[in-house]
């Protein structure tokens, strides 16, 4: 079967969704693929992106009291090796350093996959009295995790997170920070990225290695499949034990404290490309755009009607620049009027504002929405609180639009073979009762690929009656199945 194109060039979204999405990656300038398999180069159009996320978690990060700090790539892997747990869930994914500076080293260095053991032993120095708790600290970095299998900004060998890590004197303490957490990571999502989120508790196959529990945002992408987008992480006393972390009570006991971890990575970036992008390309929210409006002036054959609409534009994005509008100027007459809509949509800025001799006339421009190609008319005047008001529509009408295609791809099934029914049409999300053991969790994957992705919050303390769907076992709750990436 031979592939359509849209009119940009782009596989379309609907016939090969992964085929469209590199190509969206490539030709919307997010990202270059670099010599290293697994690797890629973050452009311009991404990493702006990433610094609106690290913007908005920052601040809230430090409103709570947690303080960036960085700690060293390279990890002694006797370090690693030390929390068993931890080695084994990440021990297939280690790059290991044996050699440098021209000799073979004492002891092998692992890349950063993530900074639990380096940071836990440097903790264990930190903290001796319940007077130095809670501790709370965040790092922005990168990690290397060797993927076997990689995919631009979903799956990469090397990619940029933040992780948070903090320390506490009861259990409890702790499970605030880690439920805290997920809080930040859903209304990112929900607020900035406009994406409808499902956020809840991890099966214990899918927990993280050395962790008590833990906690996702769980992505229902267009194809019906799921993506991790965020973790959080409750800890327990399992890596106090295994690095020695110990402080003295009020009683001059010697105590082991509990901890958390939590994070999300440049893997959201894909997340909001998958959610929001068309055939004609990216789709961006407003409020993580890199330009929310770019002011268009119109070609014209006649020279002094296209230096006036010039003018006009200049003055708009003047005008707009003073709102605090992040706003672009496309004074590039070389291309076709065609030629330069077609980039600014395929790049995904929300809103264009074209000035022609007929805008001119009226004292007006065209307003054109990204999100569904609307237009609309918005005086010169009008300006200071129409733009606004259109950029904030946008953004909320992208966040309804998440929600229902994330209601269309989730299903109620209570037997395997309705289970199975629902899978083998498309994939999608299926909400289930459960039995919750690893056993089951295990042969459910063996015959479907599906695995559980989260057991939401509201449905946490909801015991349900009757059997599990699959091994027919005393359900304990409703989880939802899914394929993910």
Not at 89 to 115: C, D, I, M, Q, W
Request: proline letters at 4%; aromatic letters at 10%; a neutral charge.
């Amino acid at each position: 079967m031979s592939k359509s194109f849209s009119k940009k060039g782009l596989t379309k979204k609907s016939e090969n969704i992964s085929e469209w999405y590199q190509d969206v990656v490539t030709k919307a300038n997010l990202a270059d693929y670099s010599d290293v398999k697994g690797s890629i180069i973050i452009k311009p159009n991404a990493y702006a992106i990433w610094e609106k996320v690290q913007s908005v978690l920052d601040g809230w990060f430090k409103e709570s009291g947690v303080r960036n700090a960085y700690f060293p790539l390279f990890i002694p892997y006797s370090l690693i090796n030390k929390e068993k747990e931890h080695m084994k869930g990440f021990s297939p994914e280690l790059a290991v350093v044996e050699n440098a500076g021209g000799e073979k080293l004492a002891e092998p260095l692992v890349v950063r996959p993530t900074s639990e053991t380096i940071m836990y032993k440097t903790f264990a120095d930190w903290i001796q009295s319940y007077r130095d708790l809670p501790l709370k600290i965040n790092q922005w970095c990168n990690v290397v995790r060797w993927e076997k299998r990689t995919y631009p900004f979903l799956r990469t060998s090397e990619f940029l997170w933040q992780e948070g890590h903090t320390v506490h004197v009861k259990f409890e303490e702790a499970e605030a920070q880690a439920l805290q957490a997920l809080s930040w990571y859903k209304a990112f999502y929900e607020d900035y990225f406009a994406i409808s989120v499902y956020a809840g508790l991890k099966s214990k196959g899918e927990t993280f290695a050395g962790a008590d529990h833990t906690y996702s945002i769980e992505l229902v992408m267009p194809d019906g499949k799921a993506l991790q987008a965020a973790t959080s992480h409750h800890l327990g006393d399992n890596f106090a034990k295994a690095f020695n972390i110990q402080y003295l009570d009020d009683n001059s006991q010697s105590v082991h404290p509990f901890q958390t971890s939590w994070g999300l990575s440049t893997r959201s970036i894909g997340g909001l490309i998958l959610t929001h992008g068309d055939d004609s390309g990216l789709v961006l929210p407003p409020l993580v755009a890199p330009y929310q409006a770019v002011v268009v002036p119109v070609n014209n054959k006649d020279e002094a009607i296209q230096a006036e609409c010039l003018k006009a534009a200049q003055k708009v994005t003047e005008d707009l620049k003073r709102l605090g509008v992040r706003v672009m100027l496309d004074d590039d007459f070389k291309g076709s009027l065609g030629f330069r809509i077609n980039k600014w949509e395929l790049e995904g800025v929300p809103l264009r504002l074209e000035i022609g001799g007929r805008e001119l006339e009226d004292k007006s421009v065209q307003a054109v929405r990204r999100d569904n190609f609307a237009k609309s008319k918005v005086g010169m005047k009008e300006l200071s609180h129409g733009v606004p008001e259109l950029l904030m529509a946008i953004q909320k009408s992208l966040h309804e639009k998440s929600k229902e295609a994330k209601l269309a791809l989730t299903h109620e099934a209570t037997t395997f073979e309705e289970f199975k029914a629902i899978l083998s049409e498309k994939k999608a999300f299926v909400r289930v009762p459960w039995c919750e053991e690893k056993s089951c969790e295990d042969a459910i994957k063996e015959a479907t690929k599906a695995t559980p992705r989260v057991l939401e919050m509201d449905l946490i303390s909801e015991k349900v009656a009757g059997k599990c769907f699959h091994c027919d076992n005393p359900a304990a709750r409703k989880w939802l199945f899914a394929q993910s990436y």
